[in-house]
């Protein structure tokens, strides 16, 4: 967490609401988790916060790059970001896209369905694939659901189909929910990969690389846990369940590498009760679930929150967003506390917000856009 970014909020007057991303930050995050999975290959996921500072600053570190649609690939190619390094990660491809991306270099391709696979093999023939493992997501704290991935049987047949359509099977993925704090996950997923390893393997096919996805989490309000034992943790069932023979290992960070490195300023608009005793008062914020923090959506992640300036005893609340829609509620449940003296115009102060954040504000209601500011502490 980064005071610089709070003395740059003190010292300049920027309209709010605002994210301020150090890239300092940026940086650490990337280093630690290149330190703690020695020898893997990192593909930044650029969904979590395309910015460009951010994807030139991770390549000049060597990171590689998850990338989910044209717009994303195209934005990597225009910062001078090799084809070789980008993997076009998203199990839901247009052929057209699939056909600019083979034309413009992207050769490494994700695919859990048949349809998929040929779609891939026409559009982009001996390209390398890989296959995605739907695995079980309960405890993340923003799951990825059913949405993705093939059962272990299908991703056998279909690893051997592309390798008779004219495509290079060199690898299988799973993700086991962003924000994932349960290592137990990754077991049973590093299991069911391990099945369909060896089967290849009795196939005459050495696949390359295990894909463990995302969803390595960071500490929110809760979830106060350690990365270097969590990453430990990881390494060691990582050898468990490879006897020792763990293959090359690709990792798609994008929550850890950013959320971290970046606040948001938001601004109270009003301060209320709706009947003459309520205890809890009603905070309206300048930003809300169409202005970036999407992921409250059910008050799954729940950010910290501080009150700028005098703080006071403190008193329960109900959080919500500026816009005239009714699901606009950030926190009701989730017990949060604000000064009893708030009021209008305060500042809040909304913590670990670089990641799926400035990608999901709209200016729904006409509310202005989410302003990102990028700081270089040193
Ligand atoms: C979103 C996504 C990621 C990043 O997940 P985090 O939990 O933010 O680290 C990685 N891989 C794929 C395929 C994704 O869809």
């Not at 007057?13 to 020898?39: H, R, T, W």
């Not at 300023?265 to 309206?284: A, D, P, T």
Request: hydrophobic share 40%; aromatic share 10%; charged share 25%.
């Amino acid at each position: 967490m980064s005071s610089n970014i709070i003395k740059f909020l003190e010292s300049s007057s920027i309209e709010n609401p605002c994210l301020v991303i150090d890239m300092k930050v940026v940086e650490k995050s990337f280093s630690k988790i290149q330190k703690a999975y020695l020898g893997s290959d990192i593909f930044y996921a650029v969904k979590a916060n395309p910015a460009k500072k951010i994807l030139e600053s991770l390549n000049r570190m060597g990171s590689k790059f998850d990338v989910s649609s044209r717009k994303e690939i195209e934005l990597c190619l225009s910062l001078g970001i090799e084809p070789s390094k980008l993997s076009y990660g998203n199990t839901l491809k247009k052929s057209d896209d699939i056909a600019w991306a083979y034309k413009n270099g992207v050769s490494l391709y994700v695919f859990d369905a048949v349809e998929e696979l040929y779609k891939i093999s026409d559009n982009a023939p001996g390209s390398r694939v890989f296959c995605r493992l739907q695995v079980p997501n309960q405890g993340a704290h923003w799951p990825l659901s059913n949405k993705f991935g093939c059962s272990k049987d299908m991703a056998k047949e279909l690893l051997l189909l592309a390798n008779t359509i004219g495509l290079l099977p060199v690898g299988i993925s799973f993700h086991v929910g962003s924000q994932q704090t349960n290592i137990k996950k990754w077991e049973k997923a590093l299991a069911m990969c391990k099945e369909v390893y060896l089967f290849l393997k009795k196939n005459k096919i050495n696949i390359d690389f295990i894909n463990i996805g995302g969803g390595i989490p960071i500490s929110y309000l809760e979830d106060s846990y350690n990365f270097d034992i969590f990453s430990r943790e990881l390494n060691r069932v990582l050898r468990n369940v490879f006897d020792n023979n763990t293959p090359n290992i690709m990792l798609e960070p994008g929550r850890f590498i950013v959320a971290d490195a970046g606040i948001i300023e938001s601004e109270v608009i009003l301060v209320s009760k709706k009947q003459l005793n309520q205890k809890n008062r009603w905070v309206y914020l300048d930003i809300g679930r169409f202005g970036g923090l999407a992921e409250t959506e059910g008050e799954a992640i729940r950010y910290k929150m501080e009150v700028k300036g005098n703080q006071g005893n403190k008193g329960p609340v109900i959080i919500a967003g500026p816009t005239c829609d009714g699901v606009d509620i950030l926190y009701e449940k989730s017990s949060y506390q604000f000064p009893l003296r708030l009021k209008a115009g305060d500042k809040v102060r909304i913590y670990s917000t670089g990641a799926y954040t400035s990608v999901y504000g709209s200016n729904f209601n006409g509310m202005p856009k989410l302003k990102e500011y990028f700081i270089n502490s040193n």
